[in-house]
């Protein structure tokens, strides 16, 4: 590609999804919040995977999906993050480069350590409940993540999640500082409400002090903000960046910059079977949309274009990167 091609690079936890369709119980009978994401030790894992695997498998994380969408826009993606030397970390690396996109990711040795994996519950409401094992991608370390980093790129997109892990917050500053001495744009999506919970102070310091783009749902805005309402937590995101996109399901979206703010309609979809990553591609549109100078309103409606692809199917992903098999009933 050439060098003025659009480039967003995404540091995140590089994990392999298993998505199955379950009955409500199965959420409850292993201590799971339904719609919530969890975060499991080993020893749990394997009970629920021993429960309800194999289920359909891709590689995901969060913004490793968002990235992944960009091979389906005229932005390049490039993919930071850790997996183990493991099958699931060849699948990992694998089904990101096949994608024509860059996957520097760090590998880990230490046998101790197995690729992340996120266990992805569907009930018939098609409302997902994520039980995550992080393994190797905890051990990202900052040095590791810098020297993946590309020489040019236009936004660097950080997802929230990073923060629970022991060098996250190391990792976030190492990169965050390497983009804006690079001249470009620090992207941020807050990842969940519990992340926010469990990193409210950090994340607050990071949006103040690096973050030019912040994107999420009006949950985890409204938990970064201190409020419950999707436009009260799009203006409380305006006082501290650039560019805001508050998401709100099938309602559609909030996006502004300084000077024009715009209700995005959500895109139609005959049925929503799984609502798996809906916001990771949502995001991949409007940060393509925005690395390739698109007004806020045109990049949303992106966003809302390429969150719509993947909900009428289990999954987070769609385009070249769906798998061409859909799971039994549960």
Same mark, same amino acid.
């Given at each position: 590609?050439? @060098?003025?091609?659009?480039?967003? +690079?995404?540091?995140?936890?590089?994990?392999?999804?298993?998505?199955?369709?379950?009955?409500?119980?199965?959420?409850?009978?292993?201590?799971?919040?339904?719609?919530?994401?969890?975060?499991?030790?080993?020893?749990?894992?394997?009970?629920?995977?021993?429960?309800?695997?194999?289920?359909?498998?891709?590689?995901? =994380?969060?913004?490793? $999906?968002?990235?992944?969408?960009?091979?389906?826009?005229?932005?390049?993606?490039?993919?930071?993050? /850790?997996?183990?030397?493991?099958?699931?970390?060849?699948?990992?690396? =694998?089904?990101?480069?096949?994608?024509?996109?860059?996957? !520097?990711?760090?590998?880990?040795? $230490?046998?101790?350590?197995?690729?992340?994996?996120?266990?992805?519950?569907?009930? !018939?409401?098609?409302?997902?409940?994520?039980?995550?094992?992080?393994?190797?991608?905890?051990?990202?370390?900052?040095?590791? *993540?810098?020297?993946?980093?590309?020489? $040019?790129?236009?936004?660097?997109?950080?997802?929230?999640?990073?923060?629970?892990?022991?060098?996250?917050? @190391?990792?976030?500053?190492?990169?965050?500082?390497?983009?804006?001495?690079?001249?470009?744009?620090? *992207?941020?999506? !807050?990842?969940?409400?519990?992340?926010?919970?469990? $990193?409210?102070?950090?994340?607050?310091?990071?949006?103040?002090?690096?973050?030019? +783009?912040?994107?999420?749902?009006?949950?985890?805005?409204?938990?970064?903000?201190?409020?419950?309402?999707?436009?009260?937590?799009?203006?409380?995101?305006?006082?501290?960046?650039?560019?805001?996109?508050?998401?709100?399901?099938? /309602?559609?979206?909030?996006?502004?910059?300084?000077?024009?703010?715009?209700?995005?309609?959500?895109?139609?979809?005959?049925?929503?079977?799984?609502?798996?990553?809906?916001?990771?591609?949502?995001?991949?549109?409007?940060?393509?949309?925005?690395?390739?100078?698109?007004?806020?309103?045109?990049?949303?409606?992106?966003?809302?274009?390429?969150?719509?692809?993947?909900?009428?199917?289990?999954? *987070?992903?769609?385009?070249?990167?769906?798998?061409?098999?859909?799971?039994?009933?549960?």
């Amino acid at each position: 590609m050439s @060098e003025q091609t659009p480039h967003v +690079v995404g540091l995140g936890n590089a994990l392999v999804d298993v998505v199955v369709a379950v009955q409500p119980e199965v959420v409850t009978r292993h201590g799971l919040t339904p719609g919530g994401m969890h975060l499991v030790e080993a020893e749990a894992a394997h009970a629920l995977f021993q429960e309800v695997g194999p289920g359909m498998r891709q590689s995901g =994380g969060s913004v490793a $999906n968002t990235i992944a969408h960009m091979a389906e826009t005229p932005v390049r993606g490039t993919y930071i993050g /850790k997996v183990a030397d493991d099958d699931l970390g060849d699948t990992f690396r =694998g089904e990101m480069t096949g994608l024509d996109l860059a996957a !520097p990711v760090a590998i880990a040795q $230490n046998g101790d350590h197995g690729t992340g994996r996120c266990v992805v519950l569907v009930t !018939p409401d098609g409302e997902r409940t994520m039980s995550t094992y992080l393994g190797a991608a905890t051990t990202l370390m900052p040095f590791e *993540a810098r020297a993946a980093l590309p020489e $040019n790129f236009d936004i660097l997109f950080i997802e929230g999640y990073l923060w629970d892990a022991p060098h996250g917050a @190391e990792v976030i500053e190492t990169l965050a500082q390497a983009a804006k001495a690079a001249g470009a744009k620090v *992207a941020l999506t !807050p990842s969940d409400a519990g992340c926010v919970e469990r $990193n409210l102070a950090a994340m607050r310091d990071a949006v103040e002090r690096y973050v030019d +783009v912040l994107i999420g749902n009006h949950v985890e805005i409204g938990a970064l903000a201190g409020c419950d309402d999707a436009e009260a937590a799009l203006d409380w995101a305006m006082s501290q960046v650039a560019v805001a996109a508050v998401t709100e399901h099938e /309602k559609g979206s909030w996006v502004a910059d300084a000077n024009s703010r715009h209700h995005v309609p959500a895109a139609p979809v005959a049925q929503v079977v799984d609502s798996t990553g809906a916001g990771d591609a949502y995001a991949s549109g409007f940060l393509a949309g925005l690395a390739q100078g698109q007004p806020v309103d045109r990049a949303g409606a992106t966003g809302a274009r390429l969150a719509a692809s993947v909900l009428g199917h289990y999954g *987070a992903r769609d385009g070249a990167a769906a798998r061409a098999f859909a799971l039994p009933a549960a």
